[in-house]
């Protein structure tokens, strides 16, 4: 990385590209390694039977993405977002290659949750250079307009990851299951490869999720190239401290964060809002995976990618797209509680499907509400987080509102395994309700009328 500050100039501008279909691949790229670390990290660290608790510790995984406040101001002040852009995806690219072979060691849980960790920290820095360079390359108007095309574009990246190549691992590995206990559970085989004049056997699973993380390594390495010769040089204008102090600037960044209008209740907002989110998102997957006896619905791997990446995921995008445009439209003011009310009350869901244990076409019903809920309430949630920040330092600002973001999944995330397990899971979904409302409680007290203005 260059240590010099941003430039003033470039060879050609933001809208010299279509700001569609670069918005979109920037996030896909945003949201790609996350997927990987935060949630095809759960199926794949059950499927290969690390237990809840385990499973809920690795939450602190989002440890770089609470803790990316810190470092945002280097990436506003040195060299320029889009350079920090594909430098981090070229490593990006390297860990995805490292975990493809390390789910085929001995240790594949422990050498694969280093590796998540590295990508998490690489992947943070990512984030915050990829939103700096949204908020420099658009007008506050075309933020709101595209906020549904990088909604869209993130929850596809969850389709890619979450759906597509958990399936994948899921085919793979029940391609050469050989015995089924009488638990339901499956009784795995092997796979033996000739590497380099070598006969080499795979347990069958770690086979199936290594193909999968060789191909997100593949896929990222494509999305770098595009994004090589695609992503526009935007015409960015700075304040002169900025350039000329880059040690105030770094102070500065914080200070003007800090003394916003009502900053408190914006920070107890973005810290609790997603609270119940954060308990029923990561003990959902174990949920639909585990054994009936344990309190769950037994769903196989290859089902749980096909019920993330069919039905749900067009809900999904449908809420994203829908709630960019209503908002752009009408208002972040009009939208922000009606989206929160159905973001939340899609966790009773949850509490529903452990009660009663229909049959999976219910599981597609309520997975599918919950998508189109969740892409509804996070646009009105993501379109907030954006007018927080300020001119003069947009990355470093929105990289300390995410980070907030950040903090309040971490916690509940690293508690989940422990009290599910103390809970059950019908009791643990409706906790995870309850523990809701707070959140809910602090858009009274939000500046939503100041926010308009941005």
């Known amino acids: 990385m260059s240590s010099q500050p941003h430039s003033l100039s470039s060879s050609y501008s933001a809208k010299d590209r279509s700001a569609s279909l670069w918005v979109s691949i920037l996030y896909f790229a945003e949201g790609f390694p996350y997927t990987v670390v935060n949630l095809m990290s759960v199926i794949f660290l059950k499927d290969l039977g690390a237990s809840n608790e385990l499973i809920g510790l690795t939450s602190f995984l989002y440890l770089p993405w609470a803790l990316k406040g810190v470092w945002g101001p280097v990436v506003d002040i040195y060299s320029t977002k889009r350079r920090w852009i594909l430098s981090t995806e070229v490593v990006c690219v390297f860990f995805f290659g490292l975990l493809a072979v390390g789910a085929l060691s001995g240790q594949a849980i422990m050498a694969s949750i280093v590796v998540f960790a590295l990508i998490a920290f690489t992947s943070a820095t990512h984030d915050i250079a990829i939103d700096g360079f949204y908020l420099d390359a658009l007008d ?37 299951v050989v015995a089924k206990n009488p638990d339901g559970s499956a009784v795995f085989g092997n796979v033996s490869l000739n590497l380099l004049g070598r006969v080499v ?45 880059p040690s105030s600037a770094f102070f500065d960044s914080f200070r003007t964060y800090f003394s916003q209008e009502k900053i408190g209740w914006i920070v107890a907002y973005v810290l609790i809002f997603r609270l119940g989110d954060a308990f029923m998102l990561k003990m959902a997957p ?9 309190g769950g619905l037994a769903i196989s791997t290859a089902e749980i990618g096909i019920l993330y990446g069919t039905v749900g ?35 009773v869901l949850y509490w529903f499907l452990a009660k009663y244990k229909p049959q999976i076409e219910w599981v597609y019903v309520v997975n599918s509400f ?10 009105a949630y993501t379109v907030f987080l954006m007018r927080t920040v300020r001119p003069e330092f947009k990355a470093s600002h929105y990289a300390i509102t995410t980070a907030f973001m950040a903090a309040g999944v971490l916690l509940p995330g690293v508690l989940s395994g422990y009290l599910q397990t ?8 409706l906790m995870s309700f309850l523990v809701a409302i707070p959140g809910l409680m602090t858009i009274y007290f939000l500046p939503l009328e100041a926010s308009e203005k941005r």
């Open 201 to 245: 056997s795979f347990h069958a699973q770690e086979f199936g999720w290594s193909v999968s993380f060789a191909i997100a390594a593949l896929l990222f390495l494509a999305i770098y190239l595009f994004q090589l010769w695609y992503l526009p040089h935007p015409k960015i204008f700075r304040k002169d401290h900025v350039t000329a102090n």
């Open 313 to 347: 995921v067009i809900f999904l995008l449908a809420g994203g797209i829908v709630g960019g445009f209503v908002i752009a439209k009408q208002g972040l003011k009009k939208w922000m509680w009606p989206t929160a009310l159905l973001q939340n009350f899609a966790i």
């Open 422 to 429: 103390a809970m059950g899971y019908e009791n643990y979904f």
């Open 140 to 176: 506050t108007d075309r933020q709101a307009f595209y906020v549904g095309f990088r909604s869209t574009a993130y929850k596809l990246a969850w389709l890619a990851g979450n759906g597509g190549l958990v399936f994948l691992a899921g085919y793979l590995s029940e391609k050469y």
């Open 286 to 294: 174990p949920f639909l995976m585990d054994h009936s006896v344990k």
């Open 370 to 379: 919950e998508q189109l809920s969740y892409g509804l309430g996070v646009s």
